[in-house]
Nanobody, 122 residues
Framework: QVQLVESGGGSVQAGGSLRLSCAAS????????MGWFRQAPGKEREVAAH????????YYADFVKGRFTISRDNAKNTVYLQMNSLQPEDTAVYYC???????????????WGQGTQVTVSS
């Protein structure tokens, strides 16, 4: 079992930055592929970024490429999402996820955090 706790969400103006953190419990964190998903009101949950267990391989959705950076610190059992140049369309609840399996363009996670709200105003 893995428990995930997100932090770092909040409100920011367009063009601003936020850094999300996700602290994981358990001794197997370094074995898991991790990721950040987001869900905007009225929309389906979608993957924003994914990082493999070693941190050497990352994936970014087109809508965040060049603006967001995912990273992890296995010694601290923590994964991060640095979000720059935020836009109102980035407003969503952001979820940390663990033990992710990638099937083509689909990402399926076995563990989820509670989510943290990110609101970007124009």
């Amino acid at each position: 079992q893995v428990q995930l706790v997100e932090s770092g969400g909040g409100s920011v103006q367009a063009g601003g930055s936020l850094r999300l953190s996700c602290a994981a419990s358990g001794r197997t964190f370094s074995m898991y592929n991790m990721g950040w998903f987001r869900q905007a009101p009225g929309k389906e949950r979608e993957v924003a970024a994914h990082i493999n267990w070693s941190g050497l391989s990352t994936y970014y959705a087109d809508f965040v490429k060049g603006r967001f950076t995912i990273s992890r610190d296995n010694a601290k059992n923590t994964v991060y999402l640095q979000m720059n140049s935020l836009q109102p369309e980035d407003t969503a609840v952001y979820y940390c996820a663990a033990d992710i399996k990638r099937l083509g363009s689909l990402f399926r996670a076995n563990y989820w955090g509670q989510g943290t709200q990110v609101t970007v105003s124009s």
